[in-house]
């Protein structure tokens, strides 16, 4: 897996070279060099750090929709992913609504991190987020198509807007690795 981090002391951009292999989880941290040599400090950087919710519309998770399958291929070496649709005891949500809903809270109570993926926004995806933020857990979402990027209740709700996915989860990488670093 290859990525972009920066360098916790000096904000310097690294381009990464790892051997981490996608769904394999690590206990572990690697050490990176900054590649300023004005600042030639070395940081480590967190595997499997956060756990993070992926929450989206029923239409986003039909299974031609690349979504979850790009994030959980290119993140899962750095990052835990608890996806609610991967369940396969999950309760059937068309009969039992009380069932459905405790078990995505309790998934949402194992994780550090929600992100949501909302192009047309749900009942159930902004139940969830709001549950999400009421816990004071970090809340980020992605709008794909722009449209609801000036809403101002998302906007209110979130602690990150993105339009782009892969920016979402690199920013959210290099926060861990500031954070992991700063203790």
């Not at 600042?39 to 929709?65: E, H, I, Q």
């Not at 004071?136 to 000036?150: A, C, E, F, L």
């Not at 101002?152 to 920013?171: H, N, S």
């Amino acid at each position: 897996m290859n990525r972009i981090i920066e360098c916790p002391f000096c904000q310097t951009q690294t381009f990464v070279r790892m051997s981490v292999q996608p769904g394999v989880k690590y206990e572990n941290v690697i050490w990176e060099p900054c590649q300023n040599v004005k600042c030639g400090k070395r940081f480590m950087v967190p595997l499997n750090y956060w756990r993070v919710y992926l929450a989206r519309t029923f239409s986003v998770s039909d299974p031609k929709y690349k979504y979850p399958v790009h994030v959980k291929s290119h993140f899962s070496g750095v990052l835990d992913f608890v996806d609610p649709l991967d369940y396969k005891d999950a309760p059937n949500w068309r009969k039992n609504p009380e069932e459905i809903v405790s078990f995505d809270k309790n998934l949402i109570d194992e994780c550090d991190i929600f992100v949501a993926f909302i192009n047309q926004p749900t009942f159930g995806t902004l139940g969830e987020l709001h549950y999400a933020h009421n816990k004071d857990m970090m809340t980020y979402v992605i709008n794909g198509n722009g449209v609801h990027m000036n809403d101002p209740w998302l906007k209110y709700i979130v602690d990150g807007m993105y339009e782009d996915t892969d920016k979402c989860y690199y920013d959210l990488i290099n926060l861990a690795v500031r954070i992991y670093n700063a203790k």
